[in-house]
């Protein structure tokens, strides 16, 4: 049961970030797995349940990032990461489609909806449904402002890809898409109450990620085919 994280989850990962060898973390395992891990984890499992209940005819995959780096891509950087995400992912959404998701920090936690499409044919895919029906795509981000403390980021093409006005362009001119809220630890971060918080964000962006799961579920599924 998620319960919350601690003021002790931050400082932990500060120490980490300035500590970032393998015997301080062994000496701190079981500081990891009490203040970091086991309450990381417990908030995936009740969120994919909340999801679930809310959404009776979904299913949902969720991927968990562990605190090891892949020894390969290190880069001069210690072999432990100083914040963790996990994803939440419509079934059928493919690798490549659209996840829910959550990061923990030293600082800050984040959440949100992306669409991060590491191949070129996925954002195409979803350019090309935007620009089909550009009416429709605009009445699934009316509701959008209203939802406090949420942005759009995501890299910018230095060429934009079309003009489909103000409202659409944003959406429809970046290689990624990554609409979420960014937060200082809080006392929500602290509280049994994120769970529910979060679901109900997701639940008012779930239209959206339905229409980006049927944008792009071809071109995932051709990307997966040809990996």
Not at 167 to 186: A, V
């Amino acid at each position: 049961m998620f319960e919350g994280f601690s003021k002790e989850t931050g400082e932990f990962l500060w120490e980490l970030s300035f500590n970032n060898e393998r015997p301080w973390f062994l000496a701190h395992k079981e500081q990891f797995e009490r203040v970091l891990n086991e309450p990381f984890r417990a908030l995936a499992r009740a969120l994919y349940e909340e999801l679930t209940r809310r959404f009776p005819g979904e299913d949902f995959t969720v991927h968990i990032a562990r605190i090891y780096r892949d020894a390969r891509r290190l880069f001069g950087r210690g072999p432990y990461k100083d914040h963790l995400w996990f994803t939440v992912t419509p079934v059928g959404a493919g690798d490549f489609g659209p996840s829910f998701w959550f990061e923990i920090g030293a600082a800050e936690y984040s959440y949100g909806l992306g669409l991060w499409a590491p191949t070129a044919p996925t954002m195409e895919a979803f350019r090309r449904a935007v620009s089909a029906n550009p009416a429709a795509f605009e009445r699934l981000l009316a509701p959008l402002p209203s939802m406090r403390g949420f942005a759009l980021h995501g890299e910018e093409y230095r060429r934009p890809k079309g003009d489909l006005g103000e409202t659409l362009n944003p959406w429809y001119n970046r290689k990624y898409l990554d609409f979420g809220t960014r937060r200082d630890h809080d006392a929500l971060l602290y509280s049994s109450a994120l769970v529910g918080a979060m679901a109900k964000d997701f639940e008012r962006l779930m239209p959206l990620c339905r229409f980006m799961c049927e944008a792009t579920r071809g071109a995932a599924a051709g990307a997966e085919k040809e990996r």
